[in-house]
T-cell receptor, first 117, second 109 residues
Framework: GAVVSQHPSWVICKSGTSVKIECRSLDFQATTMFWYRQFPKQSLMLMATSNEGSKATYEQGVEKDKFLINHASLTLSTLTVTSAHPEDSSFYIC?????????????FGPGTRLTVL | KQEVTQIPAALSVPEGENLVLNCSFTDSAIYNLQWFRQDPGKGLTSLLLIQSSQREQTSGRLNASLDKSSGRSTLYIAASQPGDSATYLCAVERSQLTFGKGTKLSVIP
């Protein structure tokens, strides 16, 4: 089946530092990757849609200069949280679309727990 | 703006019981609806995907129904087991996936 990995699975950092999260599709090519954020007891909220080789599309209210997304290859997208603050502490989940299966099936990574002190 | 509501927010049942989780959505113009399982601190596992033209899907002890016109879906779990304990998320898709907050299920041995 389609497998998506994320690294790291958890990270703790000091306020003001930047953190990079990787999302990889292990056994398929993902033309589109999605980044979600989930606060405790809340829904997953889409942050941005990342297309290989082009700029990401950000959802309303998500600061593109704070959450930098790079999708340089068909198997890797990265999310960098710049100058992280405690309010950025959350669970970040990526998903990837398999072009062969069609756009509307997404495969989710295991998530990254970010804690900003 | 699409809104997805899941009821109840939490549910505790004894092992062996059959149970139903509910999901409602405000905009019926969807491509599909999915049910996911999320274990604590983990990512999502897709359970069932129902295309907008379908009315139900079954996988093992799970059965999901979709009534698009009324904006409702149910997930039926038969003969529940402690291993079914998790949070179940409903999501509808049109231009993007919109998730509910989930139902936290606890199956008591």
């Amino acid at each position: 089946g389609a497998v998506v990995s994320q690294h790291p699975s958890w990270v703790i950092c000091k306020s003001g530092t930047s953190v990079k999260i990787e999302c990889r599709s292990l056994d398929f090519q993902a033309t589109t990757m999605f980044w979600y954020r989930q606060f405790p007891k809340q829904s997953l909220m889409l942050m941005a849609t990342s297309n290989e080789g082009s700029k990401a599309t950000y959802e309303q209210g998500v600061e593109k200069d704070k959450f930098l997304i790079n999708h340089a290859s068909l198997t890797l997208s990265t999310l960098t949280v710049t100058s992280a603050h405690p309010e950025d502490s959350s669970f970040y989940i990526c998903s990837a679309g398999d072009r062969e299966r069609g756009y509307n099936e997404q495969f989710f990574g295991p998530g990254t727990r970010l804690t900003v002190l | 703006k699409q809104e997805v509501t899941q009821i109840p927010a939490a549910l505790s049942v004894p092992e062996g019981e059959n149970l139903v989780l509910n999901c409602s959505f405000t905009d019926s113009a969807i491509y599909n609806l999915q049910w996911f399982r999320q274990d604590p601190g983990k990512g999502l596992t897709s359970l069932l995907l129902i295309q907008s033209s379908q009315r139900e899907q079954t996988s093992g002890r799970l059965n999901a129904s979709l009534d698009k016109s009324s904006g409702r879906s149910t997930l039926y779990i038969a003969a529940s087991q402690p291993g079914d304990s998790a949070t179940y998320l409903c999501a509808v898709e049109r231009s993007q996936l919109t998730f509910g907050k989930g139902t936290k299920l606890s199956v008591i041995p």
